[in-house]
């Protein structure tokens, strides 16, 4: 019936501004959507650089090695197959760029003088901070992934709620800071799944086929997201009912798909193959032997609900979770067509998980990062449904019923987060040790450290040491060290000991780290001063020696197991420390040589190496300061028993010319200065 003009008008003014509030809400719901994702960006990379050049996170360390090895040798097979390797193709495309950047700007050099990382530290930090924002930008999608899921199950306002508890959530949040493939993991599982409620609702080859790839990717960041496959036959069911069988070449498409983007991430599990099945299995036994991991023993469910309860989702989260799967579950009606099958998909990927990682006797939280990602959905529906239930009743009062649900929500993980960002902002405690050594240590003062030495071609500024209380103040002055460094990772607890104070005898010039190990990263660091001066030099010279800038005091001799008698093997190594003490500032870069002299005056042995093999070269001394430089040098194994002569001196390695040299006021050819004797025994 078409009705009169009037009505006629009346439905077309009510279509246009029905279509014009949906508009409306829709361009909000955008709007919020943009706020939340630049939150959640923001959030994540402030702090992003942590602790660098210091790597705490264990996993950290192995994609940026596997992408040097590939940029230097040119082979794109990582040969270790303990996780597919999809995102270190991600990593792989991210780090060239910024390597060439770091070529032409002079940065870094050919690959093949690039130092390894270690697990400790790193010498190429922008790698490490590259990757980290690599992941960064794949949270911060996983974050406007959440709300395409919210809002095709139940609506804007779920995608809303279930993206903003993402955003500000800390377990989240930290991962994301991290080079590894967790977040991408978290990702892929949340697209794929996203694909697979729309194959249960209207069974569309592209949902099929998208789903399919997508959960092939998600394979090839992590094994166990595999399970998202699991859903997609659940979907099949779901849609088809008893047509299932008929409609078999959708799912098998959709297999074929995943196998597709298994291979896509992870190659060489075809072209490599024996090395991916033994990388496998490897991951199996690793995540079996129980000697390892964040939560020990199969089936330690109180373990994980104290995580999800006192850490991850925290508790309004998990009672969220609760409620919004029973919403799911209830409620089937043409307003919300596919939440009971959303509800039946999210417990067919969830529960397979759970009983797989529960089977496992070891266990790391970020494997929970997929739940935790499609945990989101009932939470944004358990709060938009509370908003709509409370808003109804009192109508006047719905935008305090709105805040008053986010805060109820959101406050506790907001919090969590609020500590841990503030946490970020205080720094590392070993990175600002390094300041401090940098500001006030001269260079070439020697260091004794509670701490393992950092690696590369120079050498460490400190010597690793046991507790600094196993020798008293005038044995470290003996071994030419100025500066100790005392680790609460060497006495395991977080206030310094009293043998640290007696020891000391008096306060640390330095010290890092808050009140409780809350307050900052890292260690908690103090650092005493020795009072090194020249007195302490253990076999000073009786003659005045100057060689270029600095006077030659003395020497410490012995072998490397400590400073001994004099007396030593052949092919064993002499322990050789010299002291200098800075007059004048030096205009070159000389090489410091020790020569081992025979009877006949011809040498025998001998060491030509720059000061700390690099790290301090003679440019860098200020005057003022003691030098201490440790010249150690191998002893032929073939040489005679007898006594030889030590001699020292400096040499310009570009020209070969020597500084200035005198012994009490008298020119030294070539600066070549004896410095003692040793004796050598067969």
């Known amino acids: 019936m078409a009705g009169t003009p009037y009505e006629q008008a009346s439905a077309t003014a009510s279509s246009t501004s029905y279509r014009g509030a949906r508009g409306l809400v829709r361009y909000w719901a955008v709007s919020a959507l943009a706020l939340i994702a630049l939150g959640a960006l923001a959030l994540r990379v402030w702090g992003v650089r942590g602790g660098l ?48 950047l770091g070529l032409q700007s002079g940065l870094y050099s050919a690959l093949d003088q690039m130092t390894v990382t270690t697990h400790i530290y790193t010498t190429i930090p922008g790698f490490f901070m590259w990757g980290r924002l690599l992941t960064v930008a794949l949270g911060g999608l996983t974050v406007a992934g959440v709300y395409a899921l919210g809002r095709q199950v139940w609506g804007a306002g779920a995608g809303l709620i279930g993206a903003l508890f993402l955003a500000v959530s800390q377990f989240h949040l930290q991962h ?38 997508l ?17 997609i036959a659940a979907a099949h069911g779901l849609c088809w009912g008893r047509r299932w069988l008929v ?79 029973a919403l799911l579950l209830w409620r089937d009606d043409e307003r919300k067509p596919g939440a009971r099958a959303a509800g039946l998909l999210w417990l067919s990927f969830v529960v397979p998980y759970l009983l797989l990682l529960l ?23 358990a709060g938009a449904w509370l908003i709509a239930w409370l808003g109804a009743r009192a109508p006047r009062w719905r935008p305090l019923v709105v805040v008053a649900v986010l805060l109820l929500l959101l406050l506790p993980s907001a919090a969590q987060t609020l500590v841990y960002t503030q946490r970020l902002g205080q720094g590392d405690t070993r990175v600002q040790m390094l300041d401090w050594l940098g500001t006030h240590v001269p260079p070439g003062a020697r260091i004794a450290a509670e701490l393992k030495p950092l690696p590369g071609p120079l050498d460490s500024p400190w010597v690793a040491v046991g507790a600094l209380p196993e020798h008293d103040l005038a044995w470290y002055r003996r071994q030419g060290y100025a500066f100790l460094i005392g680790s609460s990772d060497q006495w395991r607890r977080w206030a310094v000991p009293d043998a640290y104070q007696r ?79 800075v007059e004048q500032p030096f205009t070159a870069d000389y090489f410091i040589f020790v020569h081992v002299l025979n009877a006949a005056g011809q040498t025998v042995a001998q060491r030509d190496a720059p000061p700390w093999q690099g790290r301090f070269p003679t440019s860098s001394w200020r005057p003022g300061t003691l030098i201490v430089d440790l ?52």
């Open 503 to 581: 020891f000391a005898t008096s306060r640390p010039v330095a010290e890092f780290g808050g009140a409780t190990p809350r307050d900052m990263f890292g260690p908690h660091l103090v650092i005493y001063a020795t009072g090194l001066a020249a007195e302490d030099v253990p076999a000073r010279l009786t003659s005045d020696v100057r060689i270029g800038g600095a006077r030659l005091l003395g020497s410490a001799i012995g072998t490397l197991d400590g400073l001994a008698a004099p007396e030593l093997k052949a092919g064993y190594s002499l322990s050789l420390r010299t002291f200098w003490q």
């Open 176 to 213: 994301s800071q991290y080079v590894t493939t967790d977040v991408a993991s978290g990702l892929f599982v949340l697209l794929s799944f996203i694909f697979v409620v729309a194959i249960a609702c209207q069974g569309r080859w592209h949902a099929y086929l998208l789903a399919g790839l």
């Open 247 to 325: 409609r078999g070449p959708r799912l098998a498409g959709a297999a074929a798909a995943a196998l597709l983007g298994f291979v896509i991430g992870t190659p060489y599990a075809l072209l490599s193959w024996r090395e991916f099945v033994k990388g496998l299995v490897g991951q199996v036994v690793a995540y079996n032997d129980g000697s390892q991991g964040d939560i020990r023993g199969a089936w330690n469910v109180r373990g994980y609900l104290d995580f999800f309860w006192n850490a991850g989702l925290l508790a309004p989260g998990c009672i969220a979770v609760l409620i919004g799967i």
């Open 53 to 100: 050049p210091y790597v705490d996170h264990p996993d950290e360390p192995n994609p940026i090695s596997y992408v040097v090895r590939m940029l230097r040798t040119g082979d794109l097979n990582p040969h270790f197959f303990q996780k597919p390797t999809l995102y270190v193709y991600m990593l792989l495309g991210v780090l060239s760029v910024h390597y060439r």
């Open 631 to 682: 010249n150690d040098l191998p002893l032929p194994a073939d040489l005679p028993s007898g006594d030889y002569t030590l001699v020292v001196g400096m040499f310009d390695p570009a020209t070969g010319a020597h500084p200035p040299a005198q012994v009490d006021g008298q020119p030294v050819p070539n600066s070549a200065t004896p410095i003692g004797r040793i004796r050598v025994t067969q």
């Open 359 to 381: 089977s496992q006797s070891t266990h790391f939280l970020r494997n929970f990062i997929p739940l935790f990602v499609l945990c989101m959905l009932p939470i944004g529906v």
């Open 215 to 231: 959960a092939g990717l998600a394979a090839s960041t992590k094994y166990n997201a595999g399970l998202i496959v699991l859903p």
